[in-house]
């Protein structure tokens, strides 16, 4: 199936002009461009950047389409910003395991994702996770999933495209006690069996 045609339509104040007495409220700019689809994993799934933030809060000043950074590494996390972006998961297709050091705010728009997180504390080893079981939580429609830096995976186990939105916001990361010891919870991607 075709990736659908996605727009960005991007509202900014312009400036009074001077001798435009007693007008308080500016003209509204509107421009609109094409979003670019990105295909991850072999095309099980894409991702569509609608926009990020360097920072919260945000400046609204300006006109014209803003610079819109592009966040490193898996291109999730923003750091110190937010990434709002569409995901869309094809039929049969999964995302490996993983953790980012973020808090995501996903929602479902199209399809019904299943979640998946381990069912109880687990070791890694050879960036494997050897866990004793899943949850396996559906998504509907208008759902939303508020996921804050815990390793989990999503799966189209429908014959049809899943299609998301998330907005992702830079966290610190959560921290955890091994053997008397704290260690921060950072990105991890583990590999599929």
Do not use: C
């Not at 609204?60 to 995901?87: C, K, M, Q, R």
């Not at 939105?165 to 990105?187: I, R």
Request: aromatic residues 6%; without cysteine.
């Amino acid at each position: 199936m075709a990736a659908p045609h996605r727009r960005r339509i991007v509202l900014s104040n312009v400036p009074l002009k001077s001798g435009e007495s007693g007008k308080t409220e500016p003209a509204v700019e509107v421009i609109t461009d094409d979003l670019k689809v990105e295909e991850l994993f072999e095309g099980a799934l894409r991702r569509v950047t609608v926009g990020t933030l360097p920072s919260v809060p945000a400046s609204n000043e300006g006109t014209g389409l803003p610079s819109f950074d592009s966040a490193p590494g898996s291109g999730i996390v923003l750091p110190g910003g937010v990434n709002v972006y569409f995901l869309e998961l094809a039929p049969g297709a999964a995302t490996p395991m993983h953790r980012t050091v973020s808090s995501d705010y996903v929602v479902v728009n199209e399809g019904t994702p299943t979640l998946i997180t381990p069912k109880s504390s687990f070791s890694v080893a050879d960036g494997k996770g050897n866990w004793d079981g899943v949850d396996e939580t559906v998504l509907n429609p208008g759902d939303t999933a508020v996921q804050r830096g815990s390793m989990h995976a999503w799966s189209n186990k429908t014959d049809k495209w899943v299609r998301m939105l998330a907005v992702v916001v830079d966290a610190k990361p959560a921290k955890v006690t091994v053997n008397s010891k704290t260690e921060e919870l950072g990105e991890s991607w583990l590999q599929t069996a």
